[in-house]
């Protein structure tokens, strides 16, 4: 029953690896869904981001208007620690939940937390394995710029805002290179299923 931490920075195949586990037959729980579900409308975690940084960061259907906070954080190191005081705790704690009842539900599940952000908030967890996917910066930038229709200069500020790839390695059990071709990535997933499952 092993918890594994699956990370990355952005366009970095990450979603592709989460994906194939979860063809494999891995639980996949997806920290940016618990965010977005502890901040829901008429949410305690709304309430409290509302209180904290003014009522103009609710839209007017009553949602989080994520621009507006963004705005009001970025590059504010004071804001944003603020932000994840109210968030990281809500986010922890719907996340455990959802690992115990997967747990509960199959005691030899193969969990995986698909978890952008482990190297800033939950890379002291006890994890079982730490899975790391891992491109070149400029092979991310190329991906953002036809995938998502960045400008090269948003898609490298992106970057430059997570942690680099070398804190990122330094955490990592397995590294995932997905730097060659899609099939090339989904071999490595497929060998680090084996080896996961091989025990069982």
Do not use: C
């Not at 190329?142 to 898609?155: I, K, N, S, V, Y």
């Amino acid at each position: 029953m092993p918890l594994i931490a699956l990370t990355g920075g952005i366009a970095s195949g990450k979603s592709t690896i989460a994906a194939r586990l979860a063809e494999h037959g891995a639980t996949v729980i997806d920290a940016d869904a618990i965010v977005r579900e502890v901040q829901r409308p008429g949410s305690p975690v709304l309430d409290a981001i509302a209180a904290a940084f003014g009522a103009d960061v609710i839209a007017s259907d009553g949602s989080l208007d994520r621009a507006a906070l963004g705005a009001r954080v970025f590059g504010d190191d004071g804001a944003l620690q603020r932000l994840n005081a109210i968030v990281h705790p809500a986010v922890r704690a719907e996340s455990q939940r959802r690992f115990d009842a997967a747990f509960a539900a199959d005691r030899a599940a193969v969990v995986v937390y698909d978890v952008p952000l482990l190297v800033e908030a939950r890379v002291d967890d006890p994890w079982d394995l730490i899975v790391v996917a891992d491109a070149p910066a400029d092979a991310r930038v190329q991906r953002m710029m036809q995938l998502r229709g960045m400008t090269e200069e948003d898609a490298r500020r992106r970057i430059g805002a997570q942690v680099s790839d070398e804190e990122r390695r330094a955490i990592a059990d397995v590294v995932i290179d997905t730097s060659g071709t899609i099939e090339r990535t989904l071999e490595q997933v497929d060998g680090l299923w084996r080896s996961l499952t091989a025990s069982t």
